[in-house]
């Protein structure tokens, strides 16, 4: 659960930006999309072979 303590004599547009930016990292957002729909355990792991292949690309790269 997220949420904040607001301050005294704190300015309400500060607290939802301060809000925003607690909540969008603590992901909730990107979990509730995730299990919006269903997906077939051969398509998760052909995407996660694609992002393993990305990211070794990625680090190959940084290396040069």
């Known amino acids: ?4 303590m607001i301050q005294e004599n704190e300015n ?3 607290a939802i ?3 925003k930016k607690k909540y969008e990292r ?3 957002l990107k979990e509730v999309k995730k299990r919006s729909y269903f997906t077939k ?3 998760k792991k052909r995407m996660e072979k694609i992002k393993a292949v990305r990211r070794a690309h990625r680090t190959m790269m940084e290396e040069m």
């Open 12 to 14: 309400i547009d500060r």
């Open 17 to 19: 930006r301060r809000f």
């Open 26 to 28: 603590s992901g909730i």
């Open 1 to 4: 659960m997220v949420g904040i």
């Open 41 to 43: 355990p051969s398509v």
